[in-house]
T-cell receptor, first 113, second 117 residues
Framework: QKEVEQNSGPLSVPEGAIASLNCTYS??????FFWYRQYSGKSPELIMS????GDKEDGRFTAQLNKASQYVSLLIRDSQPSDSATYLC?????????????FGTGTRLTIIP | GAGVSQSPSNKVTEKGKDVELRCDPI?????LYWYRQSLGQGLEFLIY????????KSGLPSDRFSAERTGGSVSTLTIQRTQQEDSAVYLC???????????????FGPGTRLTVT
């Protein structure tokens, strides 16, 4: 089992719809969770951080965390073609002394006009 | 404020040559990370520096790869005797790594695209 797992996609969503991106992680002690957006040919850009169970909203983006199920998701409302990118889930795993983030392999999202 | 900067943005080198890639982290960030990303692939962790602690080199793929961080700021990643499989984008990131959960947020530089011919 991978430590941080994402569906690689591609995920195609019509413009204006809700895009739902999912991520599971293996370490129950993990406490910090991040979503990065990476456009083709560019470096990853931090778009959301979440640390507590529940939802966190920022504009059209909502991050959802369920620690009991070891699951974190990103919802994008009113999807726009500019949201087409690869989305990376990153987790600070709970192992003692581990200060790094572990990244998933990313989900490629395409918004269809 | 200024973000993470990397140089050069592009590097083309011949197989067997050595290359040096530079990263300048966000001012005040104590942690610095190097990653490699091959075309269409995910991020591959290479090495991590945190303050004055010994670096975590667990991701370096071979002894041809080394990195140093001088004065707790600028870092240089060196690849000796480059091979064609070293062609990739090399990304640097930095973070605060303090006492809060938010301090683990990593911010990436624009990357260096390395092509070994």
């Amino acid at each position: 089992q991978k430590e941080v797992e994402q569906n690689s996609g591609p995920l195609s969503v019509p413009e204006g719809a809700i895009a739902s991106l999912n991520c599971t992680y293996s370490d129950r002690g993990s406490q910090s969770f991040f979503w990065y957006r990476q456009y083709s040919g560019k470096s990853p850009e931090l778009i959301m951080s979440i640390y507590s169970n529940g939802d966190k909203e920022d504009g059209r983006f909502t991050a959802q965390l369920n620690k009991a199920s070891q699951y974190v998701s990103l919802l994008i409302r009113d999807s726009q073609p500019s949201d087409s990118a690869t989305y990376l889930c990153a987790v600070k795993l709970g192992r003692f002394g581990n200060e790094k983030l572990t990244f998933g392999t990313g989900t490629r999202l395409t918004i269809i006009p | 404020g200024a973000g993470v900067s990397q140089s050069p943005s592009n590097k083309v080198t011949e197989k067997g040559k050595d290359v040096e890639l530079r990263c300048d982290p966000i001012s005040g960030h104590t942690a610095l990370y190097w990653y490699r990303q091959s075309l269409g692939q995910g991020l591959e962790f290479l090495i991590y520096f945190q303050g004055n602690s010994a670096p975590d080199k667990s991701g370096l793929p071979s002894d041809r790869f080394s990195a140093e961080r001088t004065g707790g700021s600028v870092s240089t990643l060196t690849i000796q005797r480059t091979q064609q499989e070293d062609s990739a984008v090399y990304l640097c990131a930095s973070s605060l790594v303090g006492g809060t959960l938010q301090s683990y947020e990593q911010y990436f530089g624009p990357g260096t695209r390395l092509t070994v011919t």
